[in-house]
């Protein structure tokens, strides 16, 4: 198609508006129409299953009762409304319960995230049901000063329970910890968010703990690890991957000190780089890439030997940052291969607080201790139900019985190999 007979429309600006509103509307009777027909299915189902006769008697024991009370529930796209099924039951034993709009649920998913993000960039309560009055309409009642405050209220218990929440049955085989610094302003100007995320003994990956620090110091980091170990952690991670902070790896050493140590290898680079010239980063990259991606810890050192000899002389502050902590760096090679992706860096930390750092980037005013550690408690609980299993969780089980892995294979598998090699 050419520009000649492309044919621009202007559409009036009243015009625009009301198109929107109706495409707005349209895909709000379109959502009411689809729940209904889910909840219709569901219901329906829930009768199959469970039906019977009374007793003496031919009479159905589940039989359709109407509808409850419609409400609204406010979603992206606006208030829903919506009414939820009834089924009465003649025995009185069971009730139905959607799975789709759970009881007293008033807001979708969307929205419940959005709004601790609203609150972190700095719109008060009393400003919410102006703020978001054109997306859910003029009569939000959801979103009174009221409303709002309750549920601030109802995460800083959430967040509060979840802090002092049973670990015992808990199993971590990995951990990664950070202290990420926020844009949006604590009353401490000196504090920051004290961070440790782990892998259980199925694959799983969970938020451990979510505590305020002074500067990721020795001793803040020793109160978090204590107050995990007091709610009864039996089992240290086997590896712990971290930055160089030391006061994460002092306040390890005490509180976990069978714990393997990882340096990681996204802030070790970032590290050494910044004793470079911008001329010469692109080349020590490629040099450092060799390094951690080498198939074997033997490689890896010879690579690191070759960064040492190129930039010892010129530039001995990157090649001390890279060497000092050498032994931590290459702990990986101990683990199974196909878990060195996930343990060489606080990757599966920084992903999830690249989006918390975002939300809260322009955010101006200084937020309470325990405001801005709910909202993040709230944002993270959030990511952490898209979070997936790590790639080979079936080995785990190898690792939590202590078998030994060289250069991420066990001894069978190296002999295997060998064997391998000379029939070939």
């Not at 829930?46 to 007793?55: A, D």
């Not at 992706?341 to 607080?353: G, V």
């Amino acid at each position: 198609m050419t520009k000649d007979n492309v044919i621009a429309f202007n559409m009036p600006a009243s015009a625009s508006e009301s198109l929107a509103d109706s495409l707005t509307a349209i895909a709000r009777q379109g959502a009411q129409q689809m729940l209904a027909m889910a909840m219709e299915i569901e219901v329906k189902a829930f009768i199959e299953q469970n039906q019977g006769t009374m007793p003496n008697s031919n009479h159905n024991r589940l039989i359709r009762n109407g509808y409850l009370p419609e409400r609204a529930v406010q979603t992206g796209i606006g208030n829903i409304p919506i009414k939820i099924p009834r089924v009465r039951d003649k025995n009185g034993e069971l009730k139905f319960i959607s799975s789709l709009i759970p009881p007293y649920l008033k807001r979708s998913v969307s929205v419940e995230r959005l709004l601790p993000l609203l609150y972190l960039k700095g719109i008060s309560t009393g400003d919410f049901q102006e703020a978001l009055s054109p997306l859910f309409g003029e009569k939000a009642k959801n979103l009174s000063p009221g409303v709002i405050s309750r549920l601030k209220a109802d995460w800083e218990n959430d967040y509060k329970a979840w802090s002092h929440r049973d670990l015992s049955s808990k199993n971590y085989v990995y951990w990664w910890a950070d202290g990420i610094y926020l844009n949006a302003r604590m009353e401490d100007a000196s504090s920051c968010v004290l961070v440790i995320m782990g892998v259980t003994d199925n694959g799983t990956k969970e938020l451990i703990a979510i505590e305020d620090g002074l500067r990721e110091s020795k001793e803040s980091w020793r109160n978090l690890l204590l107050s995990i170990k007091s709610r009864g952690l039996k089992f240290s991670p086997k590896l712990a991957t971290g930055d160089g902070a030391l006061g994460f790896w002092a306040a390890l050493s005490e509180v976990f000190p069978d714990t393997i140590q990882q340096r990681c290898w996204f802030h070790k680079m970032g590290n050494v780089l910044n004793n470079l010239p911008k001329s010469l980063r692109a080349q020590a990259k490629a040099k450092l890439h060799d390094i951690w991606m080498a198939e074997s810890k033997a490689k890896a050192i010879k690579a690191m030997e070759l960064f040492t000899a190129t930039y010892k002389d010129k530039y001995p502050k990157a090649v001390e940052c890279l060497i000092k902590d050498s032994d931590e760096l290459l702990s990986f090679y101990d683990f199974p291969a196909i878990h060195w992706q996930h343990i060489r860096t606080t990757n599966p930390i920084e992903s999830t607080f690249a989006t918390v750092r975002h939300r809260t980037k322009r955010s101006k005013g200084a937020f309470s201790r325990t405001t801005i550690l709910t909202m993040v408690f709230k944002l993270c609980q959030d990511a952490e139900s898209a979070w997936t299993r790590i790639r080979g969780f079936e080995r785990l089980a190898e690792v939590i019985k202590g078998v030994k892995f060289t250069n991420g294979l066990t001894d069978s598998e190296i002999k295997k190999l060998e064997v391998d090699r000379n029939a070939a």
